[in-house]
Every structure is written in C-alpha cells, then in structure tokens.
C-alpha cells in the first residue's frame, strides 16, 4: 500500500505541477503555445494544414461557465497551397455560401412588400474583420449536439442556441477567416 500511495503522491504532484505552469504561462501572456494549439484545433476541424500561413488576427469572446461566445481567426498565406487542400476536399463548397449561412454571418434583409424581415447576423465582428468575399470558398461544420449531418446548415435556424464553426477562404488574397459561435 505504501508504494500505491507514493505513486499516487508523485502523479499528484505532477499534474499539479503541469496544470500551474499551464496557468502561469496563459497569465504571462506566452500567446504562441494558445496559438499552436488553436492552429491544431482548427486544421484538425477544417482538414487542412495551416502551419504554412501566418495568423495575422485572432478575436475570441468564449469565456464564463458555459464557454458562450464567439471567435475569429485570419490567417494569411504567401501561396495557394491551402486552396490546393481545399480543392482536394468535398466538404469545401464554392463561394457563394447558403441563405442560412450568409443569415449568420452577415445577415440578410426580406423585404415582401408588406414587411420587412431582418435576418441575422449573429456574430459582432466588423467589416473589416470579416469582409464578404465574392470569390472563394467555405467549410461549414455544425457542433450542435442533436445535429444529424454536420455538413449541413439545414437546421440551424430552427434552433434556440447555436454551435457552428466556419471558414471562410478568399482565393484573390489568399486569406482564411475562421469563425465559431457557441451560444
């Protein structure tokens, strides 16, 4: 019993150890290791290698207990060796994106003549955070639990609460804009 309970000590002290340097090295501010693991994260959701590009901005309101918010990542690229990946995966559709999806991010106007609907967006970034791109394409995943096709936007906007990450890549400045929303 007593080498169980020195091993116990040992792990105990280790992962306490990890989990205080983890904390002190987000509070000091040692951006890169956050950035290495949102760049795997999010090549691991899109199914593309983004180590090639250089992410040039990075926006993220997740946070409180339930982990609501919303985030927006830019990464730029001196080449097209991303849109080859992309051309290479079915799950990237050519621009432009669905109604819903368009709802979501930038949000749409129904005028029918006897009134007006108004659509979205649900996200807060500007236009120049997130530009409308006209020629390029999207990868659209949606993270809600009772969602049956990931791939697919259909249901989205008959639900209360929204889970959904999206990229964005703009084929004429090789840039990649990608968004999550948890609400």
């Known amino acids: 019993h007593a080498i169980i309970v020195v091993l116990f000590m040992f792990a105990f002290r280790l992962i306490y150890k990890y989990v205080l340097l ?20 999010m090549s691991q ?12 901005e990075n926006i993220d309101t997740h946070g409180g207990f339930h982990g609501d918010g919303q985030s927006l990542t830019v990464w730029k690229f001196d080449d097209n060796s991303i ?8 799950d990237w559709k050519e621009l432009p994106m669905t109604d819903n999806l368009e709802a979501l991010l930038y949000g749409v106007v129904y ?12 996200v807060d970034f500007s236009e120049e955070q997130l530009p409308q791109i006209q020629n390029g394409y999207y ?9 049956e096709m990931q791939h697919s936007d259909a249901q989205i906007m008959e639900r ?3 889970n959904f990450s999206i ?10 804009y990608y968004i999550e929303v948890d609400t």
């Open 22 to 41: 983890s904390l002190l090295l987000g509070i000091s501010g040692n951006r890169q290791l956050a950035n290495q693991f949102s760049m795997a994260n």
């Open 45 to 56: 959701t899109l199914q593309v290698a983004l180590a090639q590009g250089i992410m040039i």
């Open 83 to 90: 849109l080859e990946q992309i051309l290479k995966d079915p």
């Open 111 to 122: 005028d029918t003549g006897l009134s007006i609907t108004e659509i979205g967006p649900c």
């Open 139 to 147: 990868y659209f995943v949606d993270r809600q639990a009772e969602s």
């Open 160 to 162: 209360a609460s929204l």
């Open 167 to 176: 990229a964005l890549y703009d084929v004429d400045t090789d840039t990649l």
